[in-house]
């Protein structure tokens, strides 16, 4: 059973940085794209960016220019920079990515969700 495990949430004050990571393990033969996603309280989940396997990224208009996307292709990991956080920014991060594994054909996963909270 392919698992995306994801690490880096936490509490940061208004401006300042986190960085998210999203690892992909057990059986996998191929990764495509994989993204961030997140959803604030009674919001519904929104697309944060995303990334294909060549590289080619795209992005929310409202973190354009503070959030950058990128991805260890040998890791099968993917990664968020978050820089000049906003208090908006406060949600629950998902990541996802579409894999072909050992165990199934082509299906999107997603991690267990890592909250971002930012906060003075």
């Known amino acids: 059973q392919v698992q995306l495990v994801e690490s880096g949430g936490g509490l940061v004050q208004p401006g300042g940085s986190l960085r998210l990571s999203c690892a992909a393990s057990?059986?996998?033969?191929?990764?495509?794209?994989m993204g961030w996603y997140r959803q604030a309280p009674r919001e519904q989940r929104e697309l944060v960016a995303a990334?294909?396997?060549?590289?080619?990224?795209n992005y929310a208009d409202s973190v354009k220019g503070r959030f950058t996307i990128s991805r260890d292709n040998a890791k099968n990991t993917v990664y968020l920079q978050m820089n000049s956080l906003k208090p908006e920014d406060t949600a629950v991060y998902y990541c996802?990515?579409?894999?072909?594994?050992?165990?199934?054909?082509?299906?999107?996963?997603w991690g267990q969700g890592t909250q971002v909270t930012v906060s003075s």
């Open positions: 990334i294909t396997k060549g590289g080619s990224t």
């Open positions: 057990r059986n996998i033969f191929s990764i495509n794209a």
């Open positions: 996802n990515a579409d894999i072909y594994s050992m165990t199934a054909d082509w299906q999107r996963y």
